[in-house]
């Protein structure tokens, strides 16, 4: 078990487009141990491969009750239905959340570390992790999704929290 660093907002690596995985090896499957690690510790339900320093298209997602902790190679939206505004935070945003409008359900494809085709139904929190970490994948976060308002007064609201 070992526990990853973070990257925080502004690090640039949070921008880059993540790279398809090509291949399941050992390092991988470490990797997307030591995430799930890294998550649980910092109490959070999703992290992408980018927040840790690795610009590759891997995720993972806890609390989902059947399964435990996925994870889930080059992951995809294949569907979305309905909307609704939750709070949501991220774990390269330390002490910052704010309401988001996202889709209700959507269905999420990708590969397990089994090489396995996955789709995945879900909804509500689960559903809304799965947008926030493959939006991470795209080098988005969710301050971008938010009104140009609240996006000034993030920035006003993040400089003081970093002190
Ligand atoms: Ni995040």
Do not use: W
Not at 84 to 110: A, H, M, N, Q, T
């Amino acid at each position: 078990m070992a526990i990853l660093e973070i990257r925080k907002y502004p690090d640039p690596i949070l921008r880059r487009k993540a790279l398809p995985i090509k291949e399941i090896s050992q390092e991988l499957i470490d990797l997307s141990k030591n995430m799930i690690d890294t998550m649980r510790n910092a109490s959070g339900i999703g992290l992408a491969a980018n927040q840790v320093g690795y610009n590759l298209r891997l995720i993972v997602v806890d609390g989902l009750k059947t399964s435990g902790p996925l994870v889930v190679i080059n992951p995809e939206i294949v569907s979305s239905e309905e909307e609704e505004i939750k709070e949501e935070g991220c774990l390269s945003i330390p002490g910052y959340f704010e309401f988001l409008k996202r889709s209700k359900r959507v269905i999420v494809k990708g590969i397990d570390l089994q090489e396995k085709e996955l789709t995945i139904e879900c909804e509500g929190i689960i559903a809304r992790a799965f947008q926030h970490e493959i939006d991470h994948l795209d080098g988005i976060l969710f301050i971008d999704r938010l009104s140009p308002i609240k996006r000034s007064l993030f920035r006003k609201e993040y400089k003081n929290l970093e002190k």
